[in-house]
Structure formats: C-alpha cells, structure tokens
C-alpha cells in the first residue's frame, strides 16, 4: 500500500563538515537500495526547499516506520506521513 | 516538469443531489481524459478525506493552471500546488 | 494494522432535526456494527466537544478509507488520520 | 477515567550518547511497569516520528500529571493532553 | 478535579431574535444552577469576545462532559477543555 | 481587576542545574508571597505541561506587567495574557 | 489605562443593503462620540482590509468591554484586546 | 512606493452567475485601468487559485488603500499587503 | 504616513550581562532620539511580554526601513509592520 | 516561467562577524550576476524585516531549483516558492 511522505531536512549548523557529507553519503545509498528493491517508489526535490516528496509501497505500517526510523538522516528531519487510498476516478 | 497538487473538496450542503452528481461525473471524465494523455500522472485518494494527492506532468505553469482551472470541481475546491525537481538521489 | 482517527462533526445549523436524528441513528448502528466486527477498536469521546477519536484495526489504507467514507455522517466531518506501529516499550 | 496522551520526543543533538541511552532504557522500564499495573493502557508509535500516542486510565489530573512529569525524558518532551468521556455510541 | 473551558459562541446570523434570546435565558440559568451547586467554579467574560474562560469542579472527565453537552448553547459554541493539576508554588 | 494569564516554561538545557534549582526556589518564594497578598489568585498546573493558568487581580495593566516581568523565570518563559471581565451570567 | 484592540469586520453578504447601511451609520456616530470624550484614543486602517487597529483609553477591563461589545457592528465582527503598560524607554 | 499584495478571491456559490459575471468585468477593467496609469505594476495568477499576486506604485498608504477598497471584487476578497523596501543589491 | 510595527525581543541565553546590557542602552537612546524627532510616535509595552507595539510616522516604505534595520537590537527581534490609512469615522 | 519567491535569513547568532560578511558579499555578487543575466527579475526588501520578496524567469522548476540552492545564504535560508502564470486580465 502507499504512503506519500515529506521531508524536511534540518542539518545543525554546528556539525562538523566531514560529519555532514558522510551522514549524507549513507542517506543517498539508503535511499537508492530502497528505491532498487521497489519499495521507494518515487522521490522528488521541492523545489527551493531541502525537503523531499516521496511515495512508498509497503506492507503496512509497521513496515514504514522501520524503513523511515532507519533512515540515516531521520535525527536532522521532520516528516509527514499521508496514507493513500485507490481513487475511484484513478485509471492505473 | 512535475507539480504535486492537493486538493481538498467541499461541495455545499445546499447544493443538490442531481447537480453535484452530473458535476462529479464531469470531473471523472476530465481526470481520466488527462491521464491517458500522461499530463496527470498519478491520482491517489486521501485516506478518510475528500482529498488527493495529484502529480501532473506539464510544459510548464500556464498550462498546469489551465488544467487545474477547468477541473468542474474547482469552484468548490482547495488546491496546493508544489513545484517538484530532479532529487540528487533520485535512480529514475 | 491500527490507525488513530480524530473526527470532528459539524452538522449544519439549517439541516432539519428529524434528517438529522435518522442520520445519527444509522451512525451509530454502523458504528457498533464496526465495533462487533473488530474493526473499530475504540471509540471515545472528546471531552467537551462534538468529536471523537478511535482507533481501527483494518487490513490496509483502501480499507480504512472505504469504512470512513462510508460513516453516515461523512458529509459532515472533518477527519485526521494517524498511521500507528508497534512501539518498541509496549508490553503487548 | 481515561486520557489520550501525544508525546513528540526532541533529544538535543548535543546530549552524549551514553546519556540519551541511558534516559531511554529509564523511560523503557519506566513505561512497561506503568503498563503492567495497568496505568498506561495504551502505547503505539506514530508513523514516522519520535513520537507516540497513548492511552493513560487514572483516578484523575493530578495523577495524570505525578505520572507523566516523572518520565525520564519529559524535560525533552512536548506532550497533550485530551481528556477521553464514555462515547455514546460506544460497546464497551 | 478542576478543569479549565474556554467557551466561544458563534450564533448564526440568520437564527430569529426570539429564538437566540430564548437559548440564552435558558444558558443564563444553567449557568447558575451550576454555579451554586460548586461545580461550575469561576465564569469570566473575555474582554472584547463573545467567549468566556470557566472553571469546572467535577468528579471526572464523564461528569464534565455530561454537562457541558447539556448546555444550551452547545450547538453554537466551540469549546477548549484543559485538565487542571495541583501547582506545587500554590498556596491553597 | 483579573487577567488571565498562560506561562510556559522553557529552561535552557545548557544551564547548570544548580543555576537552574537556585531559579526555581526563587520563583516559588516570589509566587508564594503573590499569592499571600492576594494579587496572584489562582495558580493551576497545566496537566503533563510545564506550564500553569493562573489569575491575577490587579490595579491595571502597568501593575501587573511589573509583577510578571520580575518573575524569575520570566527570561525562560513565554507569556499569554487575558483581560477578563464580569460576566453577566456569574453570581459572584 | 490602554488597550491596542483590531476589529476585522464582515457582513454577511446576505445582509440587505439598508440595513448594513444603517448599522455602519451607527457605527460611525458611536465611534466619534467615544472619540470625543477620550476614550478611543486612535482609529485607524489597515491598509487593504476591511479592519481597523484602535487604541482605548479607559478606567478598567469591564469599562473596555462595556464600549467594545456596544459597538453597533460587533455580532460581525473578531476583536483582538491586547493591553498595553508604559514602556521604560517612552518619552511620554 | 511598492506594495506587493496578495488576493484571494472567494465569490459566494448563491451569487447569481450574471451578477459574477457583472462584477468581474467591472474588475476587468479596473485592474487594466490602473496598469496603464502605471499604479498597479504587476499582475500575476497565483496557479491553481482563484487569486493573484500584484504589485503597487503608489504615494503611500492612503493610496493603496483607496485603490484597493474600489475593487469590485473587493467585497469577496481577502487581501494581504506587504510593504516593499529597496533591496542593497538589486540592480534596478 | 504611519505603520504600525510590533516587536518582540528574543535575546539569546548565551550572550553575556554586559554585552547586553550596552545593546539594550543604545537601543533606548536610539529610541527616545526617534520619538524626540516625531517619527516614532508611540511605542506601548505589550503587557506580559518582551515586546511592543510602536507607531511611525515616515514618509514612506524606504524610510521606514532604514530606521527599522538601524535599531540596535534588530538582529534580536522580530518585526511585524501594517501599513494604516486613515479611517473614515476617525475624527483627527 | 515565472515564480515569486520569499527568503528569510536566520543568521546564526555564532556564526563569526567576519564570516558572515564573507557570505552576505557572495550572496550580493550572485544575487546581481543573475539580475544581469535576466532570470532574477525582481528583488524587494520586505520592509522591517530580513528577508526580500523575488521574481525568477526560468525555464522550469529545475533551472528554479539550482539557482536557489546554489544561493551563499541558502542553509540559512528559507524559502517559499508560489509559481506565477499570466492573469486573464493583465496586459503585459
């Protein structure tokens, strides 16, 4: 089933540099095995902003909460979580 | 480029039976007219609301406001609309 | 899996009292039948206002949104809904 | 009587590790004993978020308060509070 | 217990006069009844609003609800309940 | 005349807890002797908050921004204040 | 004592035009009376928007609310009261 | 001096649709009437809302007040103004 | 022309007695300079709060902000500025 | 296409002086080079406030992306992005 998730990155500004860019190193990579295995379904830049919009398919809940708790960014964001249903003027 | 939409649908209470029906009949047709030719890319309800979450897929801004205002629900609707980028980690 | 829903009615002043009372009458029929069937876990009110917040046990998001969208009072709510997960602290 | 509880946990991104683990292994033996003596009725995690809601069934607000003001991570904590009445509609 | 309710009233423009004054004697002497029976402790009009902040003494979260649905102004108003606890600087 | 007043505590986690203690017995003292002379009416804690409602009576507004602003915690408050009034349905 | 108060106004558009004429006229007599005897000290608008910030001049809370709640216009009208103390670098 | 405002326009649904009709273009040629005397500089459709974003060189507050209020649509209309400054590094 | 400008003043924790104590003198002087030339016209303390409310009377927008991005605690508060015009039912 | 865009700056109080004069100096040459260049059409200071209201021609939400993230200021930055189309009743 589907989730559209947002997400606000908030990098402290004290973080040491090399810190930063190894977090987001892990993050890409995360995020990229995700999105190979199916369940990342789709993952969009906001524009102006560094946030993301993101759709998962997953089992269930459960299963959502431990691939975004897992996430190697989750202590610098905030996120959104949105349960989506089939609509019924929907043709896929 | 892609735009994720919300919108969010408040038909009056005043408005009758007959009249909302052939409206929303309306509005399914147009839907489904733009997702064959791939501008609205993806419809997907909000659980527990009269709400969606929509990505169209457009030249650009006066053609997505043009869609958007020929939905025979707009009058009675709320609309967000959120310009989406290319994400860094994005595979697709 | 579980998900908390706040809903929050507001009937409108002008809807006559008897169109009013039939369509609580079949709110509440449908609700205990939700209840017995296991569904709607729990249901309490809000104190001090005209709300709710329950929690329902249901196979997937396509099937909460259509037990909801189907509440007699629908047309007439406002509604949020909470995805929930097994908390790692909780002894059931 | 019962009331339902959001706690959304902010850890200071500069607590020393040792000492955030230590708070968290208080608030865990702190929860499930308030779970085992039947205080703490509920506990589930909202999708997503270092967060959760709660269901507490306690004599009344000052014990409501005694309880949650000696969670160990209160200090890191936002919480509301709704009071919960018998729902009408309700089976049990 | 105590508990802190924050009333405002909104009545329609289009109620007739004597109905909206009707509702309001009856509210008046709820209000009180209330009062002198202890339970409705303190009624304080808003400056400038048609709102009032009160404070209940009742026996629990049930009782408090029971008479705040029962006051006659109840269709009209929107209510903020918050649960009150001993202050440990209080003297009384 | 009364003001209701929300305070809500935010105390630094960088300070000391000693600077912090010394603080708190400072705010009690000063809170305690408010209320003896009858200026502080009511002092409630906000239940699961670190936060209380209290009433004051006062001359007028300058008394009673001098009276908050020489609280102790006022640097790590936030401060809501109402201006009540009689209400004409109050027996006191 | 003064009190900074913003008024935003509006009418049901299903008000009739007379009628709406009439009480705006009264509105006007009323705030140029309390004008001339000192207590509504300022009246000016918002740039834009159907609304106006006031400053009142006045022995107390229940005086404001007496003056605020005659006003003409009030049952269509969100008051804002916010009370105002000298300020220590004013020259006035 | 430039304002930039914002305006959201909301027509009533029990508006007979000639006297929209009537307004918009009453609108229309306000709005075109003040570009070309080179007051309001920018007009811009906001996507997805029946709202614009504009932009005004006029004297002062007075002015854009006058300007504003004298929209036909103004009635129907919720507006936010913004002071603008010289920016020290624009180019214009 | 007049602005309506309300401040609030969030010092932070770290910054040492003195160094804000120097901030806060020049600000005071800045100030009463301003209301001795006549174009800070009033400046209200807002009761309970580190804040005010404060009147200008410029000649326009550029103006303004000079003045305003001039105070010596501007990097400290925060501003909110509404442009006022006259109202027709002021008498001054 | 076009796109209004607010920036509010939120310079961290520790950053050191020189540093951030360092920034604001590459911020202004960039901000001017993409003035010339003619993608950066407007540029207003919001007045008392940090932060500008601006234009941007770009040829889509992706060119829109990279020059915002590519801002000096942009983590200390945030950021609002409203896209424009042409208004029926605008004659440029």
Redesign the interface.
Known sequence: ?????RMDVH?????PAERAAEIKAR??AY??AL??DGRWR????????YA??S?FDVA???E???L??QLPLF?CMT??????????????
Do not use: C
Request: charged share 15%; no cysteine.
């Open positions: 089933m589907l989730f559209l998730v990098i402290p500004h004290e973080m993050e890409k995020a990229q999105q190979h789709h993952l969009w830049r906001v524009v102006g902003e993301n919009y759709v269930g809940n459960d959502l909460h431990e975004l708790s202590p996120l959104q979580v949105t349960p989506l249903a089939q609509h019924p003027s929907a043709i896929a």
